[in-house]
């Protein structure tokens, strides 16, 4: 067994992944591999919980996880694996659902926003992601779980499920059944607005491609993208102006993907106008994406090589999270599985 924290994390494997899931969550990742146990999953059945098409899912789910590899996660020290091909995340799931209240769910925001959008066509999938979501977390004794600030509500949510519903009630107070996770949130990236308005966030879901970066986005793309992004009638790039949401976004983007950093960045561009500044966040973000999609294009062209990478990390997977469905099981009286 190791000593080291564990850390578990996943994203869905819905369309393009973009800058925002890169800057909030997966560029995270990679420098916690040194230090911690890592597991790093593609949300696949979380994928389903909005109507999705069939003949896309398998092959998004292999881009996804073509995307944290190329990202700089590293299957030799961290397991890399499918959601759905670990069958306790579901079995778990039902566990939990059946302690956790109702109205814990209809209050998550993220819920209410997506079942907005949704209309007349809600599943109770929807409702009940984030008890999937505590489930894939807490079968792993995850001590942290690197997520964007959007998720924050849904890892309270695991954290009470996992102390008040379980622990609380199944096990004796010395032996939790069950790790309490911790979120961790990075300041920097956390949330990474849209290009087109810089007071929502970059999000998949927009139907303004121009709103976002897709991390496979060409140079050409990125560029135009950046070039058509919104701006105002101010000279000079500045931070934390409330007036300026556009201002911040985009010269916190530079001072990321450029790797010069905050201070530097805002001295370097305060005497700046839009049409200086633009061209010169064009080239950081080309240029910061551009590793990334040479390793992304070279892992691809590899026969065998990825779903050899997910065999061995479900198997890892597998191990763990069935040891922690077979204690919370016992300990909620059900008969041994085998
Ligand atoms: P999703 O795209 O909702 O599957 O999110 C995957 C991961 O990316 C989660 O950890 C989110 O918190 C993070 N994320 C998504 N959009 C953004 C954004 N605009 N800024 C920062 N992080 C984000
Ligand atoms: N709900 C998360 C999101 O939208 C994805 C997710 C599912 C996740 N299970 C997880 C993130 C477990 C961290 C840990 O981004």
Redesign the pocket.
Known sequence: MSARPRVL?G??P?GAL?L??W???IRNWVSLQDDHDTFFCVVDLHAITVPHDPALLAENTRRTAALYLASGIDPERSSVFVQSQVTAHSELTWLLNCVTPLNWLERMIQFKEKARKQGENVSVGLLDYPVLMAADILLYDADLVP?????KQHLELARDIAQQRINARFAPEDRPLLKVPEPLILAE?????SLQDGRS????SDPNEGSRLNLLDPPELITRKIKRAKTDPVLGLEFGNPERPEADNLLGLYALLSGVGREVAARECAPMGWGQFKPLLAEAAVEALRPLQERYAAILAEPGYLDQVLRSGRERASAVAEASLERVRAAMGFLPSR
């Open positions: 994390s994203v869905q819905t973009h925002g899931n800057l909030g969550a997520v964007g600030e959007d998720q990236g956390a949330r990474v607005m966030k970059m999000s998949k």
